[in-house]
């Protein structure tokens, strides 16, 4: 049985949490793709009414931009009171300027909330190359913090204040018991396009980590949780959400994930089964997040679970995933509705992982589903009819089971076909020179 249960409101759900977003025109701007929508809101406002402990996952792409940068030194003291974010420009790759608008982003806030500019988080995602329209931004500073409100009006216009290539803004919010109190937790996110994120607490890439997404999300809670078990927490939930999904195969500069704890919710201290139901909470609310991101892929038609087990480690697991759903050939038959078994165990193949051509099973199920249709049995096709194949093949979401049949070590990605519109999408188009760049 669940834990908790679902809410509205997302990030304002949790007591003492305020959120607004605002049209401040950084999208009309000659900023790409997403941006040519009309007068949509492209900035975000998240407050704490009260300092909250804090914790972050950010990009690990060597190519950082100066928003994740100057969030990363913030949040080093687990604690943060307000968020701000804008959509339309990433502000990567705009060397010291960028880094300084950045700054001035928190500072500005900082003044207008009467906070420390180290309190103040900073986001932004859009188009790469650009410097901020930092005139509109700070006339969108002063105006946005008029506008904070604890309702779910606030909470979706913030949601839509971050999208880019996005079709719709992603929310959601749960409440669950801490001992006596209830305790609510809530989260929004972006993201459409460049999405196969693998984030760290610090941005730095551990060796044994592949080039993964933009992806945005961030989350409030009421619960009173200290900072090491809320970083320990958002490692796991992450790892086991964002860093699982991927689209087009890849990373974003500007990936980061955010929590903040603001502890208004009056539970006693930590223990380990208060642990335990917030991370299972936490865990639902970033993987039904990444999902819907996933499902908002830029043109997709189907979204596709690869399980993978039987592997002789999670890091084989995870490679033969990944090989598995960022290849073209294997998406597109997704796309087409063919259960090309052939593309899939030829991307197996070439992955890092260890693999015995003689042990491979591969097949196919319902969301969640246990009976199982094969098309590969021992390394050979079965018998099962064509027909039978394209069957389970033709839902907008299914899953595909890969079993190695080496080890006990498994991983689960989930991922999205490539089609036509993606494509057209993403092609660029030389007559519109706002269209082009990141």
């Not at 000659?30 to 990009?59: C, H, W, Y």
């Not at 339309?88 to 950045?102: I, S, Y």
């Not at 499902?295 to 890091?315: L, N």
């Not at 890969?402 to 036509?420: P, S």
Request: hydrophobic share 40%; aromatic share 4%.
């Amino acid at each position: 049985m669940k834990s908790f249960h679902s809410i509205d409101g997302s990030i304002t759900a949790p007591q003492g949490f305020l959120a607004a977003g605002l049209f401040c025109d950084v999208k009309s701007l000659g900023t790409g793709k997403g941006s040519n929508k009309g007068q949509k809101r492209d900035l975000a406002l998240i407050v704490s009414e009260v300092p909250a402990t804090a914790a972050g996952m950010f990009t690990t792409n060597q190519i950082c931009a100066a928003p994740v940068k100057v969030c990363v030194k913030h949040i080093a003291d687990g604690k943060a009171q307000a968020v701000v974010i804008n959509s339309g420009n990433a502000n990567a790759c705009t060397g010291p300027r960028g880094l300084k608008d950045a700054k001035e982003m928190s500072t500005l806030l900082a003044e207008e909330l009467l906070l420390q500019p180290e309190d103040v988080l900073v986001g932004s995602t859009g188009r790469i190359g650009l410097e901020l329209p930092m005139p509109n931004i700070r006339k969108g500073i002063r105006q946005i913090v008029k506008e904070l409100d604890d309702s779910p009006t606030a909470a979706h216009h913030a949601a839509e204040s971050i999208m880019t290539s996005d079709t719709q803004p992603k929310e959601i919010a749960v409440e669950f018991k801490l001992g006596k109190q209830t305790v609510r937790l809530g989260g929004i996110a972006k993201g459409a396009g460049m999405i196969q994120p693998g984030m760290s607490p610090t941005g730095a890439r551990p060796s044994s980590m592949p080039l993964h997404a933009t992806m945005l999300s961030y989350l409030t809670t009421d619960a009173k949780i200290p900072a090491t078990t809320l970083r320990r927490c958002l490692r796991e939930a992450v790892a086991g959400s964002f860093n699982c999904i991927t689209v087009d195969g890849d990373m974003s500069t500007n990936d980061t994930v955010l929590i903040l704890a603001n502890g208004l919710a009056g539970n006693g201290k930590f223990s380990v089964k208060d642990t335990k139901i917030f991370q299972t909470a936490l865990n639902h609310v970033c993987l039904e997040l990444a999902k819907m991101i996933v499902r908002d892929g830029e043109g997709i038609t189907r979204m596709v679970t690869v399980r993978v087990k039987g592997a002789k480690t999670h890091a084989d697991a995870d490679a033969a995933s990944r090989a598995v759903g960022n290849s073209a050939l294997v998406k597109t038959s997704w796309n087409g509705g063919d259960p090309n078994w052939g593309r899939i165990i030829d991307a197996i193949g070439y992955s890092p992982a260890k693999v015995i051509e003689e042990k491979v099973d591969i097949a196919y199920s319902l969301p969640g589903a246990k009976k199982l249709v094969y098309s590969l049995k021992k390394g050979r096709p079965t018998r099962t009819s064509f027909e039978s194949l394209c069957k389970a093949v033709e839902p907008a979401e299914f899953d595909l089971h890969i079993n190695l049949n080496l080890g006990r070590a498994k991983a689960v990605l989930y991922a999205a076909d490539l089609t036509e519109k993606y494509v057209d999408y993403n092609k660029g188009d030389i007559s519109d020179p706002s269209s082009l760049g990141g």
